[in-house]
């Protein structure tokens, strides 16, 4: 069976090894039986990001409407019982008989797979989404849905079960406008969880109004309102400014380098459109986000390549023709493309009419001749803002200049903990403080990265030796988002996680990539305190490994670990909580009819204040224990925030905390 979804999906059911194994052993999933039967083939999984993959969806329908020159209104509601209602203002889904099958239009888009206007190249010259089985999984996944067409005067209607239609599509009434609802249900049967995320729907909302200017997007929260009745989160998207805005939110709490406003360079070449916004800031760091059809391509491909290789030719044959810009005593100075992407925030977008996508995750274009597309655009565009602004070019060729001679600094900081670390199997070279595992297989081998030497004590003495590692960490490590990058491989406490671990960087022509195969270990702990300055340790963490090590995160190797927040205790009897509902359940329940105040309660602010025992049967004992896998749901807002926590820039910080201090808890 290849990887390809098809309407008819053949599986084994039993053991074919089996002697009795024949005909009546194959099952055929017809129509949508084969999304719910292996519904993470369609959607990626059943957690928190498949559920808001259903979202992602309908929603990429209506901007393809959008992109096709139909649409510019769009509204997502997330209703009380956690339904979604995605509402737009385009031609309205065909409605009316079908002639390839017999059945009416609309009911085909919402029930069979690969089935939509997105194969008429007439219809849509490029689109997002699943190509045609996005809106029939979200049916197949939901327990309800329902679609109202507007659509030449009249209104349609149809209600599903499970993707399975409850009557005929009909006419409900009359319309003086066209356009799409749907409205669906997660199935409680499917996902792990069904609360959508308020940050996480509005996050790709926001990147969809940047990446289509024009186009205004409402998100209306029902789930909590004020007094007055009125949802309490309500956000309106809108861009004028497009990719130039998007740099300019993703670079907020960065300041531009010389007061630079965002380059803008649109195009096309060879059929391929393509949109890129790029601005120079004053930090180290390189943040570009790419999109294709609106889609973000986490992993990059051709269309990044493509912008990297003339930025790359276009700085250098600049410095040719002005070497007067290089002071004398830097002449000697080697420069790699990496140097001049060094303080660089861009977006590259564009639009491919058939996108072949690579990688594990499928994040990663693939299609050569947007390679040429791309750097062709940028060259000659950027090239002509150099020549037309040469007092900014001069500022950026400084800051390139000085990216330079960094990483010849870093260099040789990193060349240094690769001399130190010596043989890893055999286990010389490594952190004096980490306490490792007897199993030497990184896919059962765990490391947990413990806040100071009191809980990595009990730490050591709680773990089971076998497959559980810990490594104590010093006080607060270094802000990577602030610092040079010599100065984070000379930094102690990195160099010891850099150690334990066993990776390595390496170049891939002009990119500088983390090496995974002699990773020790699968699973990266973080187990901080539960107080402030745990939190803080925490972020300062997973700064290093997002700008750092994103690989790790992006392999699905890096957890946090959740510790209990209370212990309940009356006489012999004790349970751990790590919620306040928990917690109240609990003094309830041990109290019984007796008195509350005879039920004791413990908050532990940290780790060091349970016993090894406690530390094993609450927080590492893999049959008990609460894990949260670190994911990167959104590249560009998780890099919005770190800059913006972790930064120099203070305003930014004040209102990102007064906009979410009712979720903070305080310690007492």
């Known amino acids: 069976m290849t990887n390809e979804v098809v309407d008819a999906d053949i599986q084994e059911v039993v053991d074919p090894s089996r002697a009795n194994y024949g005909s ?68 309205g889904i065909p409605v009316g008989l079908n002639k390839q099958t017999g059945r009416d239009s609309l009911e085909v888009v919402m029930t069979v797979l690969h089935a939509g206007g997105k194969f008429d190249k007439d219809t849509y010259k490029v689109s997002g989404g699943l190509h045609g089985v996005g809106v029939s999984c ?40 066209t356009g799409t609802t749907v409205h669906f249900k997660p199935d409680e049967t499917i996902f792990a969880e069904t609360v959508y995320r308020y940050d996480t729907v509005a996050g790709r909302l926001r990147e969809l109004a ?178 037309e602004n040469p007092k900014k070019a001069q500022a950026i060729v400084r800051k390139v200049l000085i990216s330079a001679q960094a990483r010849i600094a870093a260099d040789l900081a990193y060349s240094r903990i690769m001399t130190d670390r010596k043989d890893f199997m055999g286990g010389a070279g490594l952190p004096g403080k980490l306490a490792d595992c007897s199993d030497t297989d990184p896919r059962v081998c765990e490391l947990y990265l413990v806040e100071g030497d009191s809980a990595g004590g009990s730490a050591k003495q709680g773990r089971n030796r076998a497959f559980q590692a810990i490594l104590p960490l010093r006080g607060k490590i270094l802000n990577v988002e602030k610092a040079l990058e010599h100065k984070i491989y000379e930094n102690e406490e990195i160099k010891n996680i850099w150690t334990a671990l066993g990776v390595r960087l390496e170049k891939l022509g002009d990119e500088t990539v983390m090496n995974l195969e002699k990773l020790r270990y699968h699973k990266i702990i973080i187990m901080t305190d539960a107080d402030v300055d745990g939190s803080h340790i925490r972020t300062l963490l997973l700064t290093l490994f997002f700008r750092n090590m994103r690989a790790l995160i992006e392999n699905g190797y890096l957890y946090i670990a959740q510790p209990p927040f209370y212990l309940v205790k009356k006489g012999k009897e004790e349970r751990y909580c790590w919620t306040e509902a928990q917690r109240e359940i609990a003094v309830r329940e041990l109290a019984g009819s007796g008195r509350e105040e005879n039920v004791h309660i413990q908050r532990y602010k940290g780790l060091g204040e349970m016993n090894a025992e406690q530390l094993w049967e609450t927080t590492m004992d893999p049959n008990r224990r609460s894990l949260k896998q670190v994911t990167i749901e959104s590249a560009a807002d998780a890099d919005h925030v770190f800059s913006m926590l972790m930064g120099d820039e203070v305003p930014p910080r004040r209102d990102f905390i007064e906009r979410n201090a009712k979720y903070a808890k305080v310690d007492v």
């Not at 005067?153 to 079960?161: P, R, S, T, V």
């Not at 009557?167 to 406008?177: H, L, P």
């Open 138 to 177: 979200v049916n197949a996944l939901s327990t309800m849905l329902r679609v109202e067409v507007h659509r030449d005067g009249k209104a349609y209607e149809q209600e599903y079960h499970i993707g399975q239609p409850q009557y005929n599509v009909r006419q409900i009434g009359t319309a003086d406008d």
């Open 210 to 387: 940047y990446l289509n200017k024009g186009i205004r997007i409402q998100l209306t929260d029902l789930r909590e309102l004020d007094e007055q009745g009125n949802p309490i989160n309500t956000t309106a998207f809108h861009s004028e400014g497009g990719l130039s805005e998007f740099v300019k939110y993703l670079d907020e709490s960065r300041p531009a380098l010389d007061g630079m406003e965002p380059i803008y360079m649109e195009s096309e070449k060879g059929s391929t459109p393509a949109q890129v916004a790029m601005v120079y800031n004053m930090e180290a760091g390189e943040n570009v986000q790419s999109y294709v059809n609106n889609i973000n391509t986490h992993e990059g491909g051709t269309h990044v390549q493509g912008f990297r290789s003339a930025i790359t030719r276009v700085f250098g044959k600049y410095l040719e023709r002005n070497p007067g810009l290089i002071p004398k005593n830097a002449t000697k100075v080697k420069f790699e493309g990496g140097d001049f992407r060094k303080g660089l925030t861009a977006v590259v977008s564009v639009k491919v009419a058939e996108p072949q996508f690579e990688g594990q995750t499928k994040g990663k274009l693939g299609n050569q001749e947007v390679v040429s597309a791309v750097s062709q655009i940028v060259g000659e565009m950027l090239e002509r803002w150099l020549d």
């Open 24 to 91: 009546d052993n194959i099952q055929v999933l017809e129509g949508l039986e084969a999304v719910r039967k292996r519904p993470s083939m369609y959607i990626g999984d059943v957690g928190v990001k498949g559920l808001h993959h259903l979202i992602w969806e309908v929603v990429d329908n209506s901007i393809d409407e959008a992109m096709a020159g139909y649409c510019d209104t769009i509204s997502v509601t997330i209703n009380p019982d956690n339904s979604i209602t995605v509402r737009d203002n385009g031609r």
